[in-house]
Every structure is written in C-alpha cells, then in structure tokens.
C-alpha cells in the first residue's frame, strides 16, 4: 500500500475517533466511489482530507542580499487527476456540494482540524494551508513598539519577515478561497447546525463567504 493511501486512511480513523468523542455517530461506506469517507447517522455526507507539512526553501530579499529561509505549509491536491498527452497531472474541477456535505481536513502535524462546507470547496483544484504562527500578533507588536524593524522581529522570533508584516496586519480582513477555509477550523459546531444552514449552492464566491459568515454567527462553537 502506498504511503499517501496509508496516510489518507489514517487520517480517516482520526477523524472518526474525533467525532465519536464529541458524541456522534460516524459510519465508515465499504466503498469510496462518490467522494463519502464518512456519513453520520443525521445524513450528512463527510469527505476527509489529510496533509502533512511539507518544508520548501525560500528566498527572501534582505537589506543584506537574498536569504534562504524555511516555510512549512499544508499542501492539498483537490479534484480528479488524469494523466495528459505528455503523462503530467491535469486537475479537473469538481462540484463538490453535489457529493458531500463537508470536508475535514486534517492536518497531522499539529493535529488541527478544519470543518470546510463543500460549497467552499467546488471548482478549486489546491489548498495551501500554513502552520500555527510561531507568534501571536501582540508579541510582534510589542517587539514593534520598541522600534525593531521587520528583519530583527523576524530574526528573534524565528519567523520571516514577510509573515512579521502579515502578523503586524492580522486584522486586515483577507478575502478569498483561504479566508474562508481559516474560518473554520475547529467549527466542530457546524456538523449539528440547522440543514436550512448546511445547504448552499449555485452562488457566486463572495455569496459563499457571506454564506460562511451567517453559519458562523448562527451556531455556537463547543
């Protein structure tokens, strides 16, 4: 057995694990051909995606010349894969919401979990996901009220000073196919909302995010 089908299936027992301890009732199909990994015993349709971080060089440009730093990052493949004219991977858009209900992603490394209403998911073809910040904004602020500059901020809380800047402007609301999915890590909450609120289809992606938005504020998270 391949080692990411290994994984997947992993990923799968830990998802379930998870569920049944926040009381429901998960059933695994014997056969996987419609894109289920899990149903509840509400109907609800469950598609699991696991990933682990993967580490890639970068290079940043300093004051000093270009740097290599280390940036870590959940990288998902989405869509149906085929093979084209020269055997390279093609991904096809897929309208997820007409298979599922729900993805979980599962990230092994730092065992955190996003809740993703497939409607979220259609069309997209990748997802990249980036590790719990090495530092919270009101550290970066206060190495910034000392008069640091981005690159000593960075150096001593062992970050790169691109994700410094971003730390610095965290409450600029960011828009967008990753927005969305951030907001839903740990909304274990969703799986018992209303099915008024599960369902969307056929909307634009800023209604997706609206949509997103009324099932945060409509649900309470355990």
């Avoid at 699991?48 to 000093?64: D, M, P």
């Avoid at 990288?75 to 093979?83: A, E, V």
Wanted: glycine content about 6%; hydrophobic content about 40%.
């Amino acid at each position: 057995m391949a080692k990411c089908i290994q994984i997947g299936e992993a990923g799968v027992l830990r998802v379930m694990s998870e569920l049944i301890f926040r009381g429901h009732h998960p059933y695994k199909p014997a056969v996987d051909d419609h894109g289920v990994d899990l149903m509840l015993s509400t109907g609800l349709r469950i598609q699991v995606k696991t990933a682990t971080l993967i580490t890639r060089q970068v290079r940043i440009q300093r004051k000093e010349g270009i740097v290599k730093v280390s940036k870590a990052s959940y990288n998902l493949r989405l869509g149906s894969t085929q093979s084209g004219r020269v055997h390279a991977p093609i991904n096809r858009k897929k309208a997820y919401s007409q298979e599922c209900d729900y993805f979980v992603i599962f990230g092994v490394d730092e065992s955190r979990f996003w809740i993703v209403p497939s409607f979220v998911m259609d069309n997209r073809t990748c997802l990249v996901l980036g590790p719990r910040p090495a530092a919270t904004r009101q550290q970066v602020m206060e190495l910034a009220d000392q008069g640091l500059g981005l690159n000593t901020i960075a150096d001593q809380l062992g970050m790169c000073p691109v994700s410094i800047w971003k730390r610095k402007r965290s409450d600029i609301q960011v828009g967008g196919f990753v927005r969305a999915v951030r907001m839903c890590e740990d909304r274990w909450d969703f799986l018992s909302a209303p099915p008024e609120v599960q369902l969307a289809a056929n909307r634009t992606r800023e209604q997706e995010i609206q949509q997103l938005e009324k099932m945060l504020a409509t649900t309470v998270q355990k």
